[in-house]
């Protein structure tokens, strides 16, 4: 194969490298999916949750069909990908496997139609190259499409519909217009079931979206009523859950038509910035602060990421979005205007939301998209004008390098999304402590918090209905302040319980450190032996054997 032939099939090269990227990618999302990252707390509630759903037809306080949930400690949690996820497991039961399959999928579906449409309206190969080469060099997304976190279906979802509304503009066959239509409207309508910052952002956002669409032509008045009535019946039951929240202060469920209404006892404002004080200075810092995250690679969680291995990666982001946002049409190809448009769009009617929401790659997940798809178009800018080994040799140390490293790093045993932190727990090891108390009938296991630490055992136990799982946790209202158990839970007790409950003869403790062993020993006057010890990579639990000094 010499360089001539590449040169005079350089369509049908990049095509094929295209496709093959895209394989490749999707291979390495499924790789090792059911138990790569660990799993964090809010995932493990959320698998309850579905759980749940699939052997009972409730959630885990017995709502049938609940607009939102209340979740474990009323913190409350989004029902959108639930509702996605829960065909599939009720068909072929419930893996960390296929609890997390949708997520992959559809961030495959989106990255594909994403790159399909560019080709589509551009029939420029190179762009389209270039498109899946940031999205699957995008480290963030990587992370974000291999676990559950409610919230981060949003930005999936949004960008589906948003593409079936552009796929609506770009075919003469009416029928095909009309269904993409229609699709964009359910889509855009669900995702506001994803993510409550969804409600402050996609009101700013759509209202100045179709006013551009408007003046292109693109929309109608009619089409745009119709587009809106639509929403409205589709979040209708979200408003009189919003009502019912933070207006009426529910405390017990309420029912609207035949959905279910839960209460929050927990506010969910902790993601919003502190609102007393010089209100303009703290949103400005807040700002700045959020775009600081995106230019260092890193919003201080381990489980979105570290830096330099950002959503994006910054000097690409700093770059080439910045090259995209100031691109003009004798930059840019005309018939792909429209799409990066509407991505500055969806930048700048984010800053409202930007300026009051507290900065992390979950709560500022609704940019992912936008930036990268400018990403992606500013790299083509850039690369179009330079020599065939020039850009590629470019692409390769600037991308394909460093995205290699970090999903070496990823699924290395030391990796921080495998070992765990304080919120997150070994897959592996819950599974085989579980099994063993299992096993000791009349024992207790006491651990530091109970009210967090059960969420991680129940994944991995009977199922239980919503009246089971009241008897196994300290009576008290169910929507009461402090949601959940909080002193024990079935053979769970939590460490504060010590001196009053445990017995020396059956009890264990689970500890994570000697540390943490001398500790406990020295506060409550206990003797601990260790009896077993689980391992996963460098983390260690250690059972031990209570007995009196």
Known sequence: MTISWLRNHKKQVLLIATSALFIFYAGLLFYKLASVPNLFIDE??????????????????????????????????????????????????FSFLTFRFPMVFLSLLLIGLICGYVLFISKNYLATFLMMVIFVTSPGWFVMSRWVLDANIVPVVLGLGLVSLLFSFSTRKRMSSLFSFFISALLVGLSAYGYIATWLYLPIFLVVLVSYLYRRSLLTFTSICQYFAILFVLVLPLIYFAFSIFIKHITQPVKFLWFDIPPLPQSRTSSLIDFSGNLLHTMVRNF??????????SDGLSRNGTAPFGMIFPWLLVIFTTIAFLANKRLLPEKLMLLKNVCVIALVTFIPVALITTPNYTHWNLVAVPLIILCGLGTYVVVKNLPGYVWLVLLLLTV????????????????????????????????????????????????????????????????????????????????SDRMGPI?????????????????????????????????I????????????????GKLTYVLNKLSDK
């Open 44 to 93: 493990a509630n959320y698998a309850n949750e579905v759980i749940s759903f699939e052997h009972f037809g409730t959630d885990m306080h017995g709502l049938r069909y609940p607009i939102y949930f209340s979740s474990a400690w009323g913190q409350g949690q989004s029902i959108l990908y639930s509702l996605i996820a829960r065909p599939i497991i009720k068909f072929f039961g």
């Open 288 to 297: 700045l602060t959020g775009c600081q995250m995106f230019y260092q690679g």
């Open 400 to 479: 394909l390098l460093p995205m290699t490293n970090f999903v070496h790093q990823y699924f290395q045993p030391n990796s921080s999304y495998r070992t765990g932190n304080i919120r997150q727990f070994s897959m592996q090891n819950t599974k085989k402590i579980n099994q063993f108390m299992e096993n000791k009938i009349k024992s207790r296991l006491f651990t530091d918090p109970v009210s967090r630490n059960f969420a991680y055992f129940r994944v991995y136990q009977k199922p239980i209905n919503h009246k089971q799982y009241l008897n196994l946790q300290e009576k008290k209202p169910e929507f």
């Open 487 to 519: 002193k024990r839970y079935g053979y769970l007790r939590n460490i504060t319980e010590l001196n009053s409950e445990y017995r020396a003869k059956y009890d264990y403790i689970l500890t994570i450190s000697k540390e943490d062993a001398m500790r």
């Open 521 to 536: 020993e020295k506060r409550y006057g206990i003797r601990l032996k260790p009896v077993k010890n689980f391992h996963d």
